[in-house]
Antibody, heavy 122, light 106 residues
Framework: QVQLVQSGAEVKKPGASVKVSCKAS????????IHWVRQAPGQGLEWMGL????????TYAQKFQGRVTMTRDTSTTTVYMELSSLRSEDTAFYYC???????????????WGQGTLVTVSS | EIVLTQSPATLSLSPGERATLSCRAS??????LSWYQQKLGQAPRLLIY???ERATGIPARFSGSGSGTDFTLTISSLEPEDFAVYYC?????????FGGGTKVEI
């Protein structure tokens, strides 16, 4: 069965960086794009960007351009999301989610990780 | 970017009742619209994609309809486990965006 297992909660100071991992299993890792979606406590969902594990192609929401980097390690079937220059407004749950469609993706979010809480506080 | 507006913000119903949730887009998304359910403390779950296609394992009491700018998620007869927050999301262009959510409460 498809599983996405994320790393544990993080507490960071303003200005620091955080790197969240998402280990995929139960399917061919390079077949489907992985997206990152975040949710501030009690708020709605916000798409951050995607990575194609097959060719390492990435695209990011304009809001996060220059601050976010998504990478993958095919040997461990893990994708990573690093967010830099953290501020208090970045306090949120960060989710990885697998695209429903193979190859080029279709931006339908079929499987989700359990979420990672990142708290930014001085 | 396309803005999705969900209504109502909160829907208060009883088990067995019918729930009708609305999602309106600021411009046409054709039928490129999905619905997700999120329970407290859990990740979202895909219910419906492309306006009316049920995702794998989703019960038949969940149905979606609409095209263009107006969409509806219907739960024909609420089960106790259906009380949650529901989000719509489009994939018409970049970036994909989500609506603000509708909370279905008892």
């Amino acid at each position: 069965q498809v599983q996405l297992v994320q790393s544990g909660a993080e507490v960071k100071k303003p200005g620091a960086s955080v790197k969240v991992s998402c280990k995929a299993s139960g399917y061919t890792f390079t077949s489907n794009e992985i997206h990152w979606v975040r949710q501030a406590p009690g708020q709605g969902l916000e798409w951050m960007g995607l990575i194609n594990p097959s060719d390492d192609f990435t695209t990011y929401a304009q809001k996060f351009q220059g601050r976010v980097t998504m990478t993958r390690d095919t040997s461990t079937t893990t994708v990573y999301m690093e967010l830099s220059s953290l501020r208090s407004e970045d306090t949120a749950f960060y989710y990885c989610t697998r695209d429903l469609c193979n190859d080029n993706g279709c931006r339908i979010f079929e499987y989700w990780g359990q979420g990672t809480l990142v708290t930014v506080s001085s | 970017e396309i803005v999705l507006t969900q209504s109502p913000a909160t829907l208060s119903l009883s088990p067995g009742e019918r729930a009708t949730l609305s999602c309106r887009a600021s411009q046409s998304v054709i039928t490129f619209l999905s619905w997700y359910q999120q329970k407290l403390g859990q990740a979202p779950r895909l219910l419906i994609y492309d306006a009316s296609e049920r995702a794998t394992g989703i019960p038949a009491r969940f149905s979606g309809s609409g095209s263009g700018t107006d969409f509806t998620l219907t739960i024909s007869s609420l089960e106790p486990e259906d009380f949650a927050v529901y989000y719509c999301q489009h994939r018409r262009n970049w970036p994909p965006t989500f609506g603000g959510g509708t909370k279905v409460e008892i």
